[in-house]
């Protein structure tokens, strides 16, 4: 979650992120054996996940050079820098608000009404609490409990057809 990026890390890697045009959605640091991985999540202003591979190879570099700077890392690590991908990171408010009638899977800190996961339809969101339809019935989860939530993509037959079938259908 944006909220849960150390405000160290924050502050190294969204100026750069938005010197580039782009938003900053999160950055996970997996730590453990060497070498420990950094995944940095971009997106558009516009939130529709358009940001190309070069445009995510130059961030890379200038993000590594920081983050080689400071030396907050003790340990070989690798950098990714991608967009929200189909099962879209929902790491900031506006990123909610954006899911609204979509099916969501979160996953909170602690226990809420007696689960952790929760997936379904996301009915609402206010700021405070994302209302999401579990199992036919309204559910209100706590957006400070959040620690991770993520779109579920819906695959269509059309997903899976070929470039002449898809033009064929359009005729």
């Known amino acids: 979650m944006y909220r849960d990026i150390p405000e160290g890390y924050r502050g190294l890697i969204e100026p750069i992120v938005t010197d580039h045009g782009f938003e ?25 996940g358009r940001v190309p591979i070069d445009r995510c190879a130059e961030l890379s570099r200038e993000i590594a050079v920081q983050l080689d700077a400071a030396d907050w890392i003790q ?14 990171i929902l790491g900031r408010a506006k990123d909610f608000h954006a899911a609204c009638g979509t099916e969501v899977r979160i996953e909170t800190r602690e226990p809420v009404e ?5 997936r379904g339809r996301l009915l609402s969101f206010d700021g405070e609490v994302a209302e999401v339809e579990v199992d036919g019935e309204p559910r ?3 957006f400070a409990a959040i620690a991770r939530a993520r779109t ?5 037959k059309d997903d899976f057809a070929t470039a002449s079938r898809r033009g064929r259908r359009a005729s």
């Open 114 to 118: 007696g689960r952790r996961r929760f």
């Open 140 to 142: 209100e989860v706590p």
């Open 75 to 88: 340990s070989r690590y690798t950098l990714e820098v991608s967009s929200p991908g189909l099962d879209r």
């Open 152 to 156: 579920v993509y819906q695959f269509t």
């Open 24 to 48: 900053l959605v999160d950055v996970e640091l997996r730590q453990g054996r060497a070498p420990w991985a950094v995944r940095v999540f971009v997106d558009t202003p516009t939130g529709d």
